[in-house]
């Protein structure tokens, strides 16, 4: 049993780029019977991938892989002992990825991967990267991942692209797995080109089709102005520059987004917000009005939620618009000035059920008329 450190933690360990890092490691002549003999816990349905219990690390046999089907799924395995580190090296998608580690610390790169790491390209390890759509997802990744590096993607590499585009496979791409990496892009500051790169291998609309739009918005605005917000508000930005070139209205589809990409409903609340929001700051041309504030405050469920309502103002403050910011300014403020104003019973005496929240309502606007006189 030989054991290596493969992957992203060597990549990203010279390119400089700051621990901890997420170690994988790969293990070469074993087999399922030794490695849980050894203690390890199986934890790959499809794949003999380990955990072992005592770092919670991912251990996996060396395995070649052989296209049988559509989509990620779509493979069979070998991962029998006789297996070697260069042939399980030779199935991952770039060169970058396809390092390894000894226990000497010794470096292992059959594919050049060390080559195209200081030359800054984004190249596959073999023509086998066009079996697995899912590859185009992660390369679009790394563009924004490593961009203050000034990667670029080799033109071999955009030729496999174009065939996995052309041969319809990206339709047969999980949700779930789609999410993933574009959770991942999310969590990057130069999340946007993730979506750019899309766009400009043609795979945009295949990945995202109740996204239509999303390439004019991607070629022709910059969201760089919100690289430091939460994932959640970044695609909430995604989202409401879309809506700016769509004939209906991005928050009426929301759930039939969800159900293609699959987000969470913490992100699917912060779009509904800030497309809400937008929508009406949008409409309130010249002076804002207290009617106004008012459903702004209520879109963002303010008083149950304060803290997600001041992440949505913070979000509009973003844009570079002057007069927007002092809008938000005053509705910030009539926010706090309003929250004093709660149930009580000697107020509401007499009143029940909806003529309760009808004066309250009330209440509530008159006080933010009231300063902004």
């Known amino acids: 049993m030989q054991i290596y450190l493969v992957g992203g ?13 997420e170690q994988d490691w790969v293990v070469v002549g074993s087999s399922p019977e030794e490695m849980e003999s050894k203690g390890f816990v199986k934890v790959g349905k499809s794949f003999p991938v380990y955990i072992d219990p005592k770092t ?3 251990y996996a046999l060396a395995r070649t892989e052989s296209k049988s089907g559509h989509g990620y799924h779509g493979f069979d395995f070998d991962a029998g002992p006789e297996i070697t580190l260069e042939e399980d090296l030779l199935r991952r998608d770039l060169t970058i990825n396809a390092i390894a580690e000894d226990e000497m610390g010794n470096l292992l790169d059959p594919y050049n991967g060390i080559a195209d790491l200081e030359n800054r390209v984004l ?29 670029s993607i080799a033109d071999e590499t955009k030729e496999l ?39 400009d291998l043609n795979a945009i609309n295949d990945i995202y089709p109740d996204l239509n739009g999303i390439d004019q918005v991607i070629a022709n605005s910059s969201l760089t102005a919100y690289k430091n917000v939460s994932p959640e508000l970044k695609l909430a930005s995604l989202f409401c520059a879309v809506d700016t070139v769509r004939d209906e209205n991005v928050v009426d589809h929301l759930d ?41 405050i209520q879109a963002t469920d ?20 002057g ?34 929240k009808e004066k309250l309502d009330a209440l509530r606007i008159e006080k933010i008329n009231s300063i902004l006189k």
């Open 9 to 21: 933690a060597i990549r990203d360990r010279l390119l400089g780029l700051p621990a901890p890092f």
């Open 56 to 58: 919670s690390e991912e």
């Open 123 to 151: 190249r596959h390890v073999s023509v086998a990267f066009r079996d697995d759509p899912l590859r185009v997802l992660r390369v679009a990744r790394f563009m924004s991942k490593l961009n203050s590096f000034g990667f």
């Open 161 to 199: 692209i174009s065939e996995i585009v052309n041969s319809g496979e990206l339709d047969y791409l999980v949700p779930e797995r789609v999410w993933l990496e574009t959770e991942k892009a999310l969590h990057t500051e130069s999340f946007d080109l993730y979506f750019k790169t899309l766009c």
């Open 256 to 296: 039939e987004i969800q159900n293609r990409i699959k987000f969470p409903n913490s992100y699917k609340s912060f779009a509904k917000s800030a497309l809400r929001t937008t929508k009406i700051l949008n409409e309130s041309r010249g002076n804002i009005s207290a009617d106004d504030i008012y459903e702004i």
């Open 302 to 321: 303010a008083f149950r939620n304060p803290e997600d309502f001041m992440l949505i103002m913070e979000f509009h403050k973003l844009a570079d618009d």
């Open 323 to 356: 007069d927007l910011k002092v809008k938000i300014r005053m509705i910030v403020d009539a926010f706090d000035s309003c929250k004093e104003i709660g149930y009580d019973k000697k107020s509401f005496e007499g009143l029940e059920g909806d003529a309760i």
